[in-house]
């Protein structure tokens, strides 16, 4: 399987089903399903985007899902996202599909006048895309030592005036107001 064999596009309410067993999958240890779920039923604002299998038949098989959620920070007019969560089916993992997903997501952002976003995840991973780790904006929930790096964002086109960065901490919506999500 090559990356160029799927389809990239917005998530529909009949993807659902398939969005929901392909955590489990990806994710064996971990139960992203009550965000997940959170974040479709949340609908406003996140741009969710599916990766299909362009060669199975009678229709796609849904391979990959990630979920970009819009954000805020007191004090400025940013427009802000969060990336996450990103799930790629076991059988199609290091193929480039999770990066195609991420690559696809940042460009309708940046299209639509994101200016920054933010992920809490491997930096090994998300610094091949660019994201570097973020000190003037804090997550909403304080992380552990260990993860410090971890915490990282990625500035789309103009992010920011010279001499000007953005400080504070990051306002997420409702699905991402647990602190169990921030902590090991």
Request: hydrophobic share 40%.
């Amino acid at each position: 399987m090559t990356a160029d064999r799927f389809d990239i596009r917005p998530s529909r309410p009949a993807d659902r089903a398939a969005i929901e067993t392909l955590y489990p999958q990806a994710f064996p240890d971990e139960d992203l399903l009550p965000v997940v779920r959170d974040l479709l039923d949340h609908g406003e604002g996140v741009l969710s985007l599916v990766a299909a299998a362009a060669s199975a038949e009678p229709a796609p098989d849904l391979v990959g899902h990630v979920a970009f959620t819009p954000c805020s920070l007191a004090g400025t007019a940013e427009r802000l996202s969060m990336l996450a969560p990103l799930a790629v089916a076991p059988a199609w993992q290091r193929q480039g599909l999770g990066r195609a997903l991420v690559r696809e997501g940042v460009r309708r952002l940046a299209e639509a006048g994101v200016t920054r976003v933010f992920v809490l995840g491997d930096p090994a991973y998300y610094g091949r895309f660019g994201f570097e780790p973020e000190r003037g904006v804090q997550p909403p929930y304080p992380l552990p030592e260990e993860w410090h790096d971890a915490w990282q964002s990625l500035g789309l086109g103009d992010t920011g005036r010279p001499g000007s960065p953005l400080r504070g901490t990051l306002a997420v919506p409702e699905p991402w107001r647990q602190p169990a999500l921030w902590a090991p």
